[in-house]
């Protein structure tokens, strides 16, 4: 069988992490073609319910990508983010889902290739992790199909 | 994008509280209403604690003026009627089905397919109905945990000795459902239990045949915060209490003040009672149609609430020190719906909430230990 090829949806603030993506990729760095970026004003800009609703549509895994402390273009949005991810990531079990899943990254604009590092070693991670959702039948049904499931047995 | 957003029924202006019962034809200009005569509404239980049937009694004297104008086919709570006498009507006799309760056993979707087939609206009322309510917090154990912890091991479902078998109690299903995951529901009227100025605004509403769109929430789309008293000033959150940590202050904000009031993320139409009574605010009435799901969503709002101190590395710590003091997500921030936004267990068991799904029937203390939530 060919090799779990985990999807992740990356939120990258256009300021640092998103411009430190387009260098990886005008450099001409090699890293695995599993994220589809999304760009966003600040990594604070990202809501939790974002965050899971990739998750629920189907992404292994979320990369929240933001400047590093200090270096936020709006002061605080990635110490906002920061506090965001811990509390999410404290009930994502609780909705069913492996807190690995969601990482929260600091890339500089300059740091093409860190970002490239980054998402290398999260597909890794979510490569062992597994498909989400693996592992119980019943975690794609929509919640029409699932309550017939109930009321069948 | 939900019909609530916009069809708000007339008479009810969202800037105001809770529209108190009117008697529409006694002082409208048009007396007639949809109905030739009295309509005939059904009242229902199914997993419910009986205080929606109670709830009734709210809207004080209106009562005796809303029952006038109704005729009565089917209440348990209030009469003795038999699930033959409700077989024997026609379909779509009732004109209203208002139902309460979570539904949890074989025999509680029997009987609203029934009342489904035999009324032109059913409508869920209260939380129960509408997200699951407080019975469906249930669904954190499995149902073998659930009947292994209550009736100890080697339990068996069957009549009672000697009895016939069709005296055997109706089995329980897997898990709680709200009521829209069994029956097509038209309206609902929220709350645990539904506020009498929304009990009111339904009863205006369906007698008067103003209806809004089938869908609506019988609540405002707003926040409650919109229409508490209490004053918000600082916006920041330096520690985070239980509310029988804490004698509240009477005028600020509880959320303010540490306390975990869902009223951000909640439906107004209760006029804040909760905050009016120093009590925070548990998001009975459901999320917001922007909220969406009210734990996410919360959880979004203490995020930017947080400091200690100045923010920076190395305010970290100590910032996660404050976070950590939020306990019990689940009943916290999902106490009205955990069938409604948590799925299923065997993910949460996969996820680690609760290790390796247990033996059945039953550890002697089930779930425990997962209410200290995942790491981070
Ligand atoms: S909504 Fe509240 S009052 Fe109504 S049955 Fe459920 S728990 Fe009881
Ligand atoms: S006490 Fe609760 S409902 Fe009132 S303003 Fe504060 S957060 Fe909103
Ligand atoms: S602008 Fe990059 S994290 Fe705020």
Known sequence: ???FEPKIVAFLCRWCAYAGADLAGTSRLKYPPNVVPIR??????????????ALRQGADGVLIGGCHPGDCHYVSGNYKARRRVYLLKKILPELGIEPDRVRLEWVSASEGKRFAEVVADFVAELRALGPIGAGSDASRVTRDEESTALRGG | ????????????????????????H?????????????????????????????SFLEVGEAIVDILSQVEIVFWPALADPKREDLEAMPPGS?????????????????????????????????ACAHLGGVPSLANLSTR????????????RRGPPPGGPEEDAPPDLLPRALPLSQVVRVDYTVPGCPPPAGLIGEFFNAFLSGEMPEPGYVFAKAKALCEECPRTREERVLKRIVRPHELLPD???????????????VTRGGCNAACPQAGMPCTGCLGPTPKAGDPGLAMISALASLVRAGEEGEEAIPKEDEILDQLVDLIGTLYKY????????????????????????PVPSQPGRGRRKGGAA
């Open chain 1, 1 to 3: 069988m060919a090799e």
């Open chain 1, 40 to 53: 966003v004003p600040c990594s604070g800009r990202v809501e939790p319910a974002w965050v899971v609703d």
């Open chain 2, 1 to 24: 994008m939900r019909a609530e957003d916009e069809a708000r029924p007339k008479g009810s202006p969202d800037s105001m509280g809770p529209t108190p019962y009117v008697a529409r």
């Open chain 2, 26 to 54: 006694e002082n409208s200009a048009s007396p007639v209403t949809r109905h030739a005569s009295r309509p005939k509404i059904a009242v229902y239980w199914t997993g419910s604690c009986g205080g929606c049937d109670v």
């Open chain 2, 94 to 126: 009732i004109d209203v089905a208002l139902i309460n309760g979570t539904i949890r056993t074989e025999e509680n979707v029997e009987m609203v397919e029934l009342l489904r087939e035999k009324a032109k609206l059913v409508v869920a009322y209260g």
């Open chain 2, 144 to 155: 073998e945990e659930i009947l292994g912890e209550v009736l100890g091991e080697g339990w």
């Open chain 2, 250 to 264: 009477p005028e600020e904000c509880l959320l303010d003040q540490g306390l975990i009031c869902l009223g951000p």
């Open chain 2, 337 to 360: 719906g955990v069938p409604t936004f948590c799925p299923l267990s065997p993910e949460r068991e996969r996820a680690g909430v609760r290790g390796k799904a247990s033996p059945s």
